[in-house]
């Protein structure tokens, strides 16, 4: 079936450490985003990507990174610069401009 | 620059009341889409709707129905006849075209957090 795998479902940080959080589809889509989510704060932009290589920065990019090798994969990395990353992630692709974005089920980061 | 608001954090009615979920947008775009997404509690976020800025048609799909008004930038959701399978959060969203790229951001409102009693 095709669709937005994320992964893992749950992930568990110490402080310091970077992590990266798995994004893949196989919608053939160009596009593919990166959200955070916090309680009452809604989804925030962390980066998007609209073709391979090329990435741009959302509203909270920092201590985030990105990489677009593949169309496929968009895998994010949360740094050790991120300050409060305990949160929902939630990726998503889109196939054109008037289109809807698919989401992946989602990855929980917890700092501990 | 764009943004969407929810003003509603939470709603709470009893089964069989409707209710309304408010959205309102801001772009600087003349071309735009929006969007009704439902998070139920598995997280995963479900598409209900789109609605470009041409098509200020309203529109009707069971017991949702979407009231686009350009002038008030408002794209307002009304679920009739709540049911208690309703409750979720539902987020607004808008992507317009910035700079000539095809996609362009999409950005969410807040969310509204929506409880249907029995």
């Known amino acids: 079936d095709g669709g937005i795998t994320q992964s893992p479902k749950y992930l568990f940080r110490k402080e310091g450490q970077n992590v990266t959080l798995s994004c893949e589809q196989n919608?053939?889509?160009?596009?593919m985003y990166w959200y955070r989510q916090d309680p009452g704060q809604g989804l925030r932009l962390i980066y998007y990507?609209?073709?391979?290589?090329?990435?741009q920065k959302g509203d909270i990019a920092e201590g985030y990174s990105v990489s677009r090798e593949k169309k496929e994969s968009f895998p994010l990395t949360v740094t050790s610069a991120q300050k409060n990353p305990t949160a929902f992630y939630l990726c998503?692709?889109?196939?054109?401009?008037?289109?809807?974005?698919?989401f992946g089920q989602g990855t929980r980061l917890t700092v501990v | 620059a764009q943004k969407v608001t929810q003003a509603q954090t939470e709603i709470s009615v009893v089964e069989k009341e409707d209710v309304t979920l408010d959205c309102v947008y801001e772009t600087r775009d003349t071309t735009y889409y929006l969007f009704w997404y439902k998070q139920p509690p598995s997280g995963e976020l479900v598409f209900l709707i789109r609605?470009?800025?041409?098509?200020?048609q309203n529109e009707i799909s069971g017991r949702y129905s979407w009231n686009f008004q350009k002038s008030t930038s408002s794209f307002n959701f009304t679920i009739t006849a709540s049911q208690v399978v309703d409750s979720a959060v539902y987020f607004c969203?808008?992507?317009?075209?910035?700079?000539?790229?095809?996609?362009?951001?999409?950005?969410f409102g807040q969310g509204t957090i929506l409880t249907v009693h029995p």
């Open positions: 990507s609209q073709i391979v290589n090329d990435f």
């Open positions: 998503a692709s889109r196939g054109g401009a008037r289109t809807e974005a698919f």
């Open positions: 969203a808008l992507s317009g075209k910035l700079g000539g790229t095809s996609y362009g951001k999409l950005t």
């Open positions: 919608l053939n889509h160009d596009a």
């Open positions: 609605r470009n800025s041409f098509d200020e």
